[in-house]
Every structure is written in structure tokens, then in C-alpha cells.
């Protein structure tokens, strides 16, 4: 039942995500390439969403990371995965590139491509199989690495 609750939880997390997303114009690539288009035509409006995101994000995080210290445990009992790692190591540089270049070609991160399929968008489908052929070859890369 725990279980349930948990992803019961999580689906309306995602619902609630994507419909962020959909209402902030983050799923519109024109929006966000004019906001990263910092030469020309800038849309600064997308500053908004973000810092919205961090003024949500932020607190929760807080009470998240003082409830890990006491009981281990999130509010519906499932076990606190919060990172703990400081490094800032090649793989993470050369991963938030490749995410921030994908993001300034293509206009779509992974949230936004995701919530576009529910409209039908073919250049969201075609970011988004890219993208799990990208996480594929990853998963290939870390096994082969790791296994030598």
C-alpha cells in the first residue's frame, strides 16, 4: 500500500511538472531559444519560471535534507536518496555541456520534450528517441568502463 501511495504521489508530481511546464511556455522551443539567444532578440521571461523553480525547490530541499538526518525517510516512508557528493569531476562538466548545447540546438531539455509528446510534436518525439539512445550509449560507456 506504501508503495501505491509513493507512486501515486509521484504521477501527480508529474502531472503537476508538466503542466508547469506547459503554462510557462517551456515546451515552446521559440521561447526558450529566444531566451538563450542572449545576441539578439532575448526573451528574459523564462527567468521567472526558473526562479520560481528555485524558490519551490529550495525550501523543500531544506526540510528534505533536515528530515534525512533524523529519520532516514521521506514523508510517505520511502527511503532519502539526497546526494552527498561535492566533486565536480570531468564527466559532470562534459555532461552539463552536452545538455546545455542539446538545450541551445534543440530548443527542449527533458521535462519539456517529454510533456510535448503528449501534443503529438514530431521534433519532441525525434529529441526524445535521441536522448534515450544518448542514456543507452551512456549505460554502455559507464559498463564497458567499469568493467575494465
Not at 528555485?54 to 546526494?83: D, H, Y
Not at 510534436?121 to 528517441?129: H, R, T
Request: with cysteine.
Amino acid at each position: 500500500m506504501q508503495r501505491l501511495s509513493s507512486l501515486i504521489t509521484a504521477l501527480i508530481a508529474g502531472l503537476i511538472f508538466g503542466f508547469g511546464l506547459i503554462l510557462s511556455g517551456m515546451t515552446d522551443p521559440a521561447k526558450v531559444l529566444g531566451f538563450l539567444d542572449l545576441a539578439g532578440q532575448w526573451d528574459p521571461s523564462l527567468i521567472l519560471v526558473m526562479g520560481g523553480a528555485i524558490a519551490v525547490a529550495t525550501p523543500a530541499f531544506l526540510i528534505a535534507k533536515r528530515r534525512a538526518a533524523k529519520q532516514q525517510q521521506s514523508l510517505l516512508g520511502e527511503p532519502l536518496r539526497l546526494p552527498t557528493s561535492r566533486n565536480i569531476e570531468g564527466t559532470l562538466v562534459l555532461g552539463a555541456l552536452c545538455f546545455g548545447v542539446g538545450w541551445g540546438i534543440a530548443g527542449y531539455c527533458p521535462g519539456p520534450a517529454l510533456a510535448s509528446l503528449a501534443s503529438g510534436s514530431a521534433p519532441a518525439l525525434i529529441f526524445s528517441v535521441a536522448m534515450l539512445a544518448g542514456m543507452a550509449l551512456f549505460a554502455l560507456i559507464q559498463r564497458y568502463r567499469y568493467r575494465s
